[in-house]
């Protein structure tokens, strides 16, 4: 399973948003704003939107700031102008790591984000360093005491899926899908109510460092870091530790 996949499933069980609550919504105001400023405020129309406001609703955001959020995003409101940017670098034991950061002063995110990734055994590298691991994908992964493997595949089977497998470390089913499937496919799930713990547009890294000891325990801690960083929206990576090892750290 992916680092990104693999850090969605341990926030998961941490119940991080949900204790961050606060902050994640700071997250979700800035892409929405973002969306629309860039793509429009109509929802129907504009993809990155629909799915910035759906991932806001599933957290409780109040109506009230979603529709504020695309007003200023619209000009309709006074707001803030956030720049996107996307950091590349290494973490520890060489693992690729990316960092999507909406901010109002680049200068002092690269201060901070080059901080972090110091801190952790990591450093942050050249634009295009990493960035050509990855590729676009619909992600969602599904516990797999819900649905079987086979079931899965029918359900998806009308779908341009690229990928279903199974980690048994993390007990998920994890499904790949081309990214202008990703509605149709998350609306069949709906449908059919398949419960998963995480479904979104991702970048997914094409191979995969494992990591143990020190260097696991490192890789969390920066990951965790820059996760809660105001800035920073979204962290991909592409290392792999096993449940095992997951556990040890937790204690």
């Known amino acids: 399973m992916s680092g990104h996949s693999k850090w969605a499933t341990i926030k998961h069980k941490k119940g991080k948003e949900d204790a961050k609550r606060g902050k994640l919504f700071t997250k979700f105001i800035r892409e929405i704003i973002t969306a629309a400023r860039t793509g429009g405020g109509n929802v129907d129309t504009n993809p990155r939107l629909r799915a910035a406001v759906t991932a806001a609703k599933q957290e409780n955001m109040p109506k009230t700031n979603i529709e504020n959020a695309i007003k200023k995003g619209t000009g309709e409101l006074e707001g803030e102008v956030y720049e996107e940017l996307m950091y590349e670098g290494y973490g520890p034991g060489g693992v690729a790591v990316l960092v999507n950061v909406m901010t109002d002063n680049k200068n002092r995110s690269a201060a901070e984000i080059r901080?972090?990734?110091?801190?952790?055994?990591?450093?942050?590298?050249?634009?295009?360093?990493?960035?050509?691991?990855?590729?676009?994908?619909?992600?969602?992964?599904?516990?797999?005491?819900?649905?079987?493997?086979?079931?899965?595949?029918?359900?998806?089977?009308?779908?341009?899926?690229?990928?279903?497998?199974?980690?048994?470390?993390?007990?998920?089913?994890?499904?790949?899908?081309?990214?202008?499937?990703?509605?149709?496919?998350?609306?069949?799930?709906?449908?059919?109510?398949?419960?998963?713990?995480?479904?979104?547009?991702?970048?997914?890294p094409q191979t995969y460092v494992p990591l143990k000891g020190k260097e696991a325990e490192q890789m969390i801690k920066l990951m965790d870091t820059l996760d809660d960083h105001d800035d920073v929206q979204k962290v991909y990576a592409n290392f792999d530790i096993s449940e095992k090892d997951m556990e040890a750290l937790e204690q």
């Open 115 to 204: 901080h972090i990734f110091s801190r952790y055994a990591g450093n942050l590298g050249e634009a295009g360093c990493v960035s050509w691991m990855f590729k676009q994908k619909g992600q969602f992964l599904i516990p797999d005491d819900t649905i079987t493997e086979d079931k899965l595949l029918e359900l998806s089977m009308n779908f341009d899926v690229d990928d279903i497998s199974h980690d048994e470390d993390s007990k998920m089913l994890e499904v790949l899908v081309a990214p202008s499937s990703f509605e149709a496919v998350k609306a069949a799930y709906d449908k059919e109510g398949i419960k998963y713990t995480y479904a979104e547009v991702t970048l997914v």
